[in-house]
Each structure stands twice: as C-alpha cells, then as structure tokens.
C-alpha cells in the first residue's frame, strides 16, 4: 500500500477501488488527495492510461523470439537431474499485494534458542534465463516490469514472471534459499545461501496476514514475522535508518461520483520489508567480503534540502526541534494528518540520488545507502528487477568460493547505466500517471481556492513549486515573488486532463 522502502519495487500507490456489493478492483500509483467530486466512469482513467504508456513508448507484450524461449524454459522446469537441495520442508508463504501474481519472495520463521533462523527464497532467474539469450537481452533493455494501474509490463514473458519462476503456492519452484540466523535483539549472527527447491504453502495478501495478527490466535509464523520485524525496526532507529510511511490515495468509484481517502500502510507491510531489508544488507556484506559485486548507494541529505524541509515544516507548523535529525524528524511525522503526510512527500527529496556502484577489487569510495545507514544491495525482486538475477549469481559465486563467471564481470560495469535508464522511465511513467489522475479527479474544482506552501523556486524558468495542503497534490505555478516555505493562496484556473496538465494562480 504506502510503504516505501529503498528497494522501491512494490504496486505504485494509488487505489481505485469500485464501491457497493462484490469484489473490488485495485490498482495503485503514487499520489496523494482527499477530495470528493462527480465525474466520467472509470473508463476514462483506463484509456488514460493507455495513451501515457503508448506516448513513452512502454512496450506492449514481447517479440516472438523472446516468447518462444520463455515457454521452453518454462517447459524445462523441472530438469530430469537437479543438484539443488530440496527444501520443501519449510513451511514458506508469499505476502503480497492482493492479487499479486509475480510472486519473488517466501517467508518462514521459527525460534532457535533465544534467537531466531529466517528462510527467505527468492525466485530464482537463472534456471530460466539463458545469459546472451533472447530473454536475457529484452529483460536488460527493460530493466524493470513497469506498472500501471491496469496492468504491468512485465521484465519477462507471463509465462516465467506470473507461472514458471514465481512462487505460487503448492508448486515446486527453484530458489535461491536464504538461512538468516539472528539473535535476540534481531541482529545478524549467521548467514547461509544455497540454491533450493522450495513449495509455498499459501500466497497471502497484506489485508489477510494484518487481520490474522490483530485477531485473537495469529498464525505462529505470522506472529514471528511481527516480532522479528519489530525487532528490526528499532534496530533500524538506532542505525539512524529513514521510513517513510506514505498514505496513498484511494479513488472508489461510486457509478456516478469518486470519493477520495487516505489509506495508510498496514504495520505488516513494515515488518515484511525489513526482512527484504535485512537480506539486501546481508548481500551487500558478503558481496564486500568477496571483493566483486553491484551495490545501491544514496548519498545523505544536503543542508539545502534540509533547510528547505525546516522552512516547509515551519510552514505547516509541525515541530522540528534544534538537534534533532532527518531520521528523528521523519518517523514523528503521522500520514493519517493532512498537512503532515503532505510533509512526508515533501520529505522523499531528502532521498534523492540514489544509484549503483559497481566494484571488482577495490572498495568504492561511496558504499553506504544513507537510508538504509547501511551498506545495501537489491537481491529480493529478481521478477520485477532485472540487476538482482545478476546479484543472486554473483553471491551464489562468493558462496562456493568462486570467481563470478564472465558473463556476470561483464554485464557488471554496464548493469548501474542499465538501471539508471529504466528508473527515469519508471519515474516517468509514475508522474505522468500520477499527473493525469490528479488532472481528472480535479477537473470539477476549476475556480476553488487552496492553500499551498511554496516547496521549490526556479529563477530561471520563472517557475514556482507547489504543495497543495489538501488535498496533498505537488503542482506548479507561473512567476516569482514568494519565499521558499511561504503558505499562500492558489485558485485553480484550467485543468487540460488530455494533456494531464492543472494550471494555478495567486489569490
């Protein structure tokens, strides 16, 4: 739902629901409002949607080469002699958003002494992907499964992402197979990884594990996942790490009006991303130790970005007390309040620049993902991701004291410029989503008044950015005057939904 974690995979986090009896639809993308107004059916998002994606060219389906390779590496699975060792032991669940196909992980827990043993099995790519083939060279020039809120782009045929290599449950399915010993503060005390064959037992939905654990007699499994990532979270606090817990916004079609709500993160959607957490640090160490490996790094926030978040927080008049830091100040911040969950997305440009270092011998100067305030590395979405297939190798390579086969030495210097594109495409696709359902849920509103605080100021292009305070939209405004941190009256002038543009003006 709203979560946002660094691994920054997930359904994006807009929900339109449809209201009254039976099951509801939900798609998600990023975006926040609280407004209620009458306007055309759904299927104006859904054409919407698919003009964006046609316009910045997000590919619809795959070449006829790159299927066919699919289906007969699907096909292939499971071969007649297999050497991976056979976990089906575990007792392992998938948690995920409702509906979820591209299943990547599988969680189980038990107690070891005073301490803990997590089993996390991660799909395992490379049974299915041939390196220099069809599937691997598409899934290189996407980078990423591009998601919309009516359907994704997948990083690899259906038939692999949603069948062969997920993790649905009851079928047998190659893995990489993580052994997570902790102890009981919940830090790291030993680590295993082996290539598996593991079943899933259930795939279930955040809605479903969050109503099992608030209810009288929770599944043990489920009860130690919110142990264990409680424990993490305040391991989390004392490393200084960053959570920002997004609302997101959730459209309900009524038939002839949408309403507009906030709907905030479920506590298990935290708990589950620390364990994807703990398992990206883990990799990163060992990718350290082995000498050879692709990190993700996010330098720490700059005292002009902290300054303009001290003049916006003023602005709303929510404390930020001298002393206290970026980290402190954002966990205090509450999403179910307007004004400050219009704070927290002003607080995300604390997280900015984020990339990857790639590394073969010596160390790289920047190692640390500032929000992590840790070393970090993306091994957990190998379905959705296409650079943690290459991780998972080169770890499997350090576990069995290996030097990481060539084709990974080479795909290695080119995987950060691969990821850098694919993420401005993702970016790209989000904010023009995001900006044409904002255009249309605000297209009845043309004349009304806002308040709006005053988050960015471009002298050059006379431009002025925006966030309303509610409903919590970033815009932009024509022209210069007011100081960065200012509240001050806006009134929507004209709203263009084709071209997903909002105009505003002074009051």
Request: with cysteine; glycine share 10%; proline share 6%.
């Amino acid at each position: 739902m709203g979560i946002t974690t660094p691994d920054g995979m997930g359904w994006p986090n807009i929900a339109v629901r449809r209201g009254g009896a039976g099951p509801a639809p939900s798609y998600r993308l990023q975006a926040m409002s609280s407004i209620r107004l009458t306007c055309a059916p759904a299927e104006r998002f859904e054409s919407g949607f698919r003009r964006i994606r046609s316009e910045l060219g997000v590919p619809d389906g795959f070449p006829v080469p790159v299927e066919t390779e699919a289906r007969a590496a699907a096909a292939a699975w499971p071969p007649a002699h297999d050497e991976r060792t056979d976990r089906r032991d575990i007792n392992l669940v998938t948690i995920d958003p409702e509906g979820s196909q591209d299943l990547d992980q599988a969680f189980h827990a038990e107690r070891r002494g005073s301490g803990y043993r997590v089993h996390y099995a991660i799909a395992d790519l490379g049974v299915f992907v041939e390196p220099g083939g069809a599937l691997d060279t598409e899934a290189l020039t996407r980078g990423v499964t591009l998601y919309s809120p009516d359907e994704r782009a997948g990083l690899h045929p259906t038939v692999i992402n949603e069948d062969a290599a997920s993790l649905l449950p009851g079928l047998d399915r190659p893995a990489v197979l993580w052994s997570l010993d902790l102890d009981q503060r919940g830090e790291l005390t030993d680590v295993g990884l082996e290539r598996a064959v593991v079943q899933s037992r259930a795939a279930e939905s955040y809605q479903q594990v969050q109503a099992d654990l608030d209810g009288d007699n929770p599944n043990p499994v489920h009860d130690l996942l919110r142990e264990i990532g409680t424990l993490r979270q305040h391991r989390e606090i004392d490393r200084g790490g960053v959570s920002l817990n997004l609302p997101c916004q959730e459209v309900t079609d009524h038939g002839d009006h949408y309403t507009l709500d906030y709907d905030v993160a479920l506590p298990v959607e935290g708990w589950n991303a620390q364990i994807s957490l703990l398992t990206g640090m883990t990799a990163a160490q060992l990718m350290i130790d082995g000498g050879v490996g692709l990190l993700r790094t996010l330098p720490p926030p700059d005292r002009s970005t902290l300054a303009s978040l001290q003049k916006i927080s003023r602005a709303l008049e929510v404390r930020w007390p001298d002393g206290m830091s970026y980290a402190q100040w954002v966990r205090g911040l509450d999403p179910s309040i307007p004004g400050q969950a219009a704070l927290l997305t002003q607080a995300a440009r604390g997280l900015r620049g984020a990339g990857y270092v790639a590394f073969d011998g010596d160390r790289p100067d920047r190692l640390e993902h500032a929000a992590i305030a840790s070393t970090y590395a993306h091994v957990t979405a190998p379905l959705r991701r296409v650079v943690d297939r290459f991780n998972n190798e080169i770890l499997l390579a350090h576990a069995a004291g290996c030097r990481p086969a060539g084709w990974l030495m080479e795909a290695l210097e080119e995987l950060p410029s691969i990821m850098g594109r694919s993420r401005q495409k993702e970016r790209a696709l989000e904010r023009s989503l995001v900006d044409f359902a904002e255009a249309l849920v605000l297209q009845n509103r043309v004349g009304d008044q806002f308040d709006a605080v005053v988050t960015d100021i471009d002298e050059d292009d006379d431009e002025i950015r925006l966030q309303l305070l509610e409903p919590a939209v970033v815009t932009y405004m024509a022209g210069t005057g007011p100081a960065l941190g200012d509240t001050i009256g806006v009134r929507l002038d004209g709203v263009d939904v084709k071209a997903h543009r909002v105009e505003f003006s002074a009051t």
